[in-house]
């Protein structure tokens, strides 16, 4: 019987020293990692940011930019782009808060997000896009994909809310 016990102590210490979370498995290549935000008005200029936003929405050396906004939002999002949109995902958004120093626009500019699996986790429906999205039945954090000429990706984190007091949220998990 003492064996048993120490058995069945062994099994439940064993689980719950295990992490509930799914942080642990986001990486800085992650398709769903969400690190901060970027507030962005209706004419699609940063007002404020919280937290270390992991986006790219520029790539310099070939002249593109892309804005998605406004951010938050609760019924439609605007896309704009200098340049050719060939593919556009949309995909649940997953905080991390252990990326806070890093510097992602140097990371960011010699690597990119994984694309494993992504239209397996894509929430849109891809087939009609148009640069102005229906975003009213999604709720909370999510990345935003876009496939720029074929070839090169740009992303950004959104947030989608109807509360009265998305903004107050939103601060309140990035302090």
């Not at 007002?47 to 790219?56: A, E, R, S």
């Not at 998605?68 to 939002?73: A, G, Q, R």
Request: hydrophobic share 40%; with cysteine; charged share 20%.
């Amino acid at each position: 019987m003492r064996i048993f016990n120490l058995i069945m102590l062994t099994i439940i210490l064993i689980a719950c020293s295990k992490d509930d979370t799914t942080e642990h498995n986001l990486n800085l290549n992650s398709q769903e990692l969400v690190t901060g935000i970027r507030i962005l008005d209706e004419t699609g200029q940063t007002m404020i940011h919280y937290g270390n936003p992991c986006d790219k929405t520029r790539i310099p050396e070939l002249d593109i930019s892309t804005a998605f906004y406004p951010n938050p939002t609760s019924d439609y999002l605007l896309i704009h782009s200098s340049a050719n949109i060939t593919g556009v995902w949309l995909i649940k958004g997953q905080i991390s808060k252990q990326f806070t120093n890093t510097d992602f626009t140097n990371y960011y500019s010699n690597n990119s997000i994984d694309t494993t699996g992504m239209s397996e986790l894509n929430i849109l429906a891809n087939s009609a896009f148009n640069e102005i999205i229906d975003v009213s039945m999604f709720s909370g954090y999510h990345k935003i994909i876009m496939e720029i000429n074929d070839t090169e990706l740009v992303w950004s984190t959104l947030y989608f809310s109807r509360d009265a007091n998305v903004f107050d949220m939103i601060e309140a998990e990035w302090k």
